[in-house]
């Protein structure tokens, strides 16, 4: 039993769920306009700042690629940035310092960074300095400042803890200043000062870098190794959440449960139940989970935590046992399809969504036949899937890659057609149920106010109410019509 907190005095919350964006480009607020004036062209010289009017200001400008992780890192180098003097301005155009947040999971993500650097040669010329960050950065290292001499800092994730240190080199006129060297290390990057874009739903990350090293996949090399933060930090910060007003949750991680705390006080279920009994917390989610730690225990707690998400992504990648002993995944379609039991048999139904790759190497006809009677099997509420694409680094590239483009996009295509009638079929199943929402926003086109059920279901609604809801206000809402990846109903209220 974990050492925080009884399973008692819980809030009846029906519907906890979580928020399963992809790809997300960009942030946020935009903070008064700056300009920044620079001495000289060449890159050597140190930064000077000026704010219109004002004491010397330095400005720095984001734009981040990828995951949810890499959206949260962003969030904390923004925090970290912020708190080192400078302000983030909404243009590359005001910015002296421009920050590149990169991914590298699939497709050719370093050839498109270095294709942007290009565009950022002209910038350069005007005095602005450059950093790429994140998993780019991690696999390519010093090549960036090969092919793009400009660029002053390359940083993986592993070393964002020490951006102040590396900012202070930056400034003083340092032009190759490097964090690649830290994916042993055990430190996790924790800071009190995180920007958080949402201020009702915020990430906590509980676990960072992997140790799984399937055969397709980037990530143990650019994010380093599987380390933990310690859980009464963790539970701290979701207090501090709390306190200051926020309702959702989401703890992240490469691998989520695979969480060990290294301070042996809890293990990821008794973590989660603590979380889910913060006061103030309403929405607990998760996310990623890897099949081969995915325990029962995770399942009793959502059964026994009303704020628990009822949402789990578990992803699959493959159907065929054969093919996830290739992948190096640790388990087969049968231990997969016993997690899915657990899930299913729980007292709330459980949303299950899912990744999936196709036309992994070795991957037959038949191989994934059985990929689409996992679908049938399992009935998910929502696949991710990708063609398979070839990583640097990684065992799977000196496999013979012997299914042709067009194949892996046919096998695509059949999968999400596939879904799609899975979908529709089981979002039909919501018609005439009250769910409860979190406002997201306001749709003005449609008239229609975005609501989030618990299960990670966009439900758009209409209300009789003469002011629209508040984002982050939570409200029951009928359903009355569904299409395959959304709903729309009316509120209760
Ligand atoms: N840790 C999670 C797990 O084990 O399932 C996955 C995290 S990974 C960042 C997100 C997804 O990207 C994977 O689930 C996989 O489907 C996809 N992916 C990773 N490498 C890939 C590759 N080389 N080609 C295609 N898809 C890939
Ligand atoms: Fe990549 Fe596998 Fe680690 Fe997931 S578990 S991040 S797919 S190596």
Redesign the pocket.
């Known amino acids: 039993m974990c050492l925080f907190a009884p399973l008692a005095n819980i809030s009846d919350q029906r519907y906890p769920g979580f928020h399963a964006d992809w790809p997300i480009r960009s942030f946020g607020t935009s903070p008064t306009p700056l300009i920044a004036i620079r001495s000289g062209l060449g890159p050597p010289a140190p930064l000077r700042y000026t704010q219109r009017g004002m004491a010397s200001q330095k400005t720095f400008y984001i734009e981040t690629f990828g995951?949810q992780?890499n959206v949260h890192d962003s969030e904390k180098v923004i925090g970290t940035l912020e708190q080192q003097g400078y302000a983030r301005v909404e243009t590359e155009e005001a910015a002296d310092l421009i920050l590149y947040n990169t991914c590298s999971?699939?497709d050719k993500a370093e050839q498109k960074v270095f294709h942007r650097l290009n565009d950022y040669k002209a910038l350069y010329r005007r005095g602005k300095r450059f950093g790429v960050l994140g998993c780019v950065a991690q696999q390519e290292g010093e090549r960036i400042f090969e092919r793009a001499p400009f660029v002053s800092l390359v940083s993986g994730s592993a070393s964002y803890r020490k951006l102040p240190e590396m900012l202070i080199q930056i400034e003083q006129g340092a032009t190759r200043v490097t964090g690649l060297d830290d994916r042993q290390t055990d430190e996790t990057f924790e800071t009190e000062f995180t920007a958080r874009s949402n201020p009702h739903r915020g990430y906590i990350t509980i676990i960072e870098g992997?140790d799984?090293f399937?055969a397709?996949?980037?990530?143990p090399y650019t994010r380093g190794k599987e380390r933990s933060r310690r859980s009464s930090s963790v539970l701290d910060e979701a207090r501090r959440m709390a306190d200051s007003g926020f309702t959702e949750i989401q703890l992240l991680g490469?691998?989520v449960n695979s969480y060990r705390d290294p301070e042996g006080k809890c293990s990821f279920a008794e973590l989660l139940a603590a979380i889910g009994q913060v006061p103030g917390i309403r929405r607990v989610r998760f996310t990623?989970?890897?099949?081969r730690d995915f325990t029962r225990d995770i399942v009793d707690a959502i059964d026994a935590v009303p704020t628990l998400c009822d949402h789990v992504h578990l992803?699959v990648?493959s159907g065929s046992s054969k093919i996830l002993r290739l992948m190096q995944?640790e388990y087969t379609r049968e231990q997969y399809l016993e997690r899915i039991a657990w899930m299913k048999g729980a007292k709330r139904p459980i949303s299950m969504t899912t990744?999936?790759?196709t036309g992994f190497p070795g991957e037959t006809p038949e191989d994934f036949e059985q990929t689409i009677t996992l679908l049938d099997e399992v009935q998910y509420d929502g696949v991710?899937a990708?063609?398979?694409?070839?990583?640097p680094n990684?065992p799977?590239l000196s496999m013979p890659d012997s299914i042709p483009d067009e194949e892996k996009s046919h096998r695509l295509q059949i999968l999400l057609d596939r879904q799609r009638e899975i979908q529709r079929a089981n979002y039909e199943k919501h018609i005439g149920q009250i769910l409860e929402v979190m406002v997201e926003g306001l749709n003005p086109a449609r008239g229609q106010v975005v609501g989030r059920t618990s299960q990670n279901k966009t439900l758009n609604f209409t209300t009789a109410q003469p002011i629209a809801p508040a984002p982050g206000v939570y409200l029951p809402v009928r359903v009355t019509k569904t299409f395959p990846n959304s709903l729309v109903g009316e509120a209760v209220v």
Request: glycine share 0%.
């Open positions: 995951c992780m999971i699939r992997c799984k399937c397709y996949c980037v990530v490469q691998n990623t989970s890897h099949p992803p990648q995944r990744d999936i790759i991710f990708f063609k398979y694409s070839p990583r990684t799977a």
